[in-house]
């Protein structure tokens, strides 16, 4: 257990759907990271939220897009979902005090179809 | 743009032997983090080394900064089956905890009883 919880845990949808992705945390933090990790490949960063407002984003594209909630929870919305959208998408939260490894979540397996 | 290149991509070794993975960066590493992954799953937060020379032992894992940091090892001692899994390296992508992290591509250790 990190103390960072995604669901759904895995997810099947269709070419074309939309879909989101949710993430809470058990301690308060203001910034969240979401990461898509290919299978075979580390995790690539798609964007960070930063009291509630987006933060830098990677390499990807407007229809990925997310949101942060004032209880620090926070989504990423996919929508026309491709099929190399098929990954394991991870979000993260940066650690407090003296330790500042990023914790992340069990992640959410998405397989698009 | 920074990359990360770890060796090797793939490790077998006998339960009881010591080894090395080594993680090196194109620039400059302002944060170096180390996560060990199972299939499938969430990262698992190891370690972390910001200054040059650093090294951090947790358990039988030891991690070490060079003091050009650009380089990157993690060495485990008298390994178990319980090591098993898929290592990364990640890394900060600006001078400060940004929440964008870079990651090599990971490295698989299996471990034979």
């Known amino acids: 257990e990190t103390g960072v919880t995604q669901s759904p845990t895995h997810l099947i949808k269709t070419r074309g759907q939309q879909v989101t992705l949710r993430c809470s945390s058990q301690?308060?933090?203001?910034?969240v990271s979401w990461y898509q990790q290919a299978l075979g490949q580390g995790p690539q960063f798609i964007f960070q939220?930063?009291?509630?407002?987006?933060?830098g984003r990677g390499n990807f594209p407007p229809r990925f897009s997310g949101l942060q909630f004032p209880n620090y929870s926070s989504e990423l919305n996919v929508n026309a979902l491709e099929l190399d959208d098929s990954a394991l998408y991870l979000c993260?939260?940066?650690?407090?005090?003296?330790?500042?490894?990023?914790?992340f979540g069990s992640g959410t397996r998405l397989t698009v179809v | 743009s920074q990359e990360l290149e770890q060796s090797p991509q793939s490790l077998i070794v006998q339960e009881g032997k010591n080894l090395t993975i080594n993680c090196t960066s194109s620039k400059t590493l302002y944060g170096l983090y180390w996560y060990k992954q199972k299939y499938g799953e969430g990262l698992i937060f190891l370690m972390m080394?910001?200054?040059?020379?650093e090294e951090k032992s947790h358990e039988k894992i030891t991690a070490k900064l060079d003091e050009k940091k650009q380089q990157s090892s993690l060495h485990i001692t008298a390994s178990q089956p319980s090591h098993a899994g898929i290592y990364l390296c990640g890394a900060d992508t600006g001078s400060g905890n940004t929440g964008k992290l870079i990651f090599g591509q990971g490295t698989t250790l299996q471990v034979k009883p």
């Open positions: 939220y930063y009291r509630e407002e987006e933060n």
């Open positions: 301690s308060g933090h203001n910034t």
């Open positions: 080394l910001q200054k040059g020379g």
């Open positions: 993260a939260r940066r650690g407090w005090g003296g330790d500042y490894g990023y914790t």
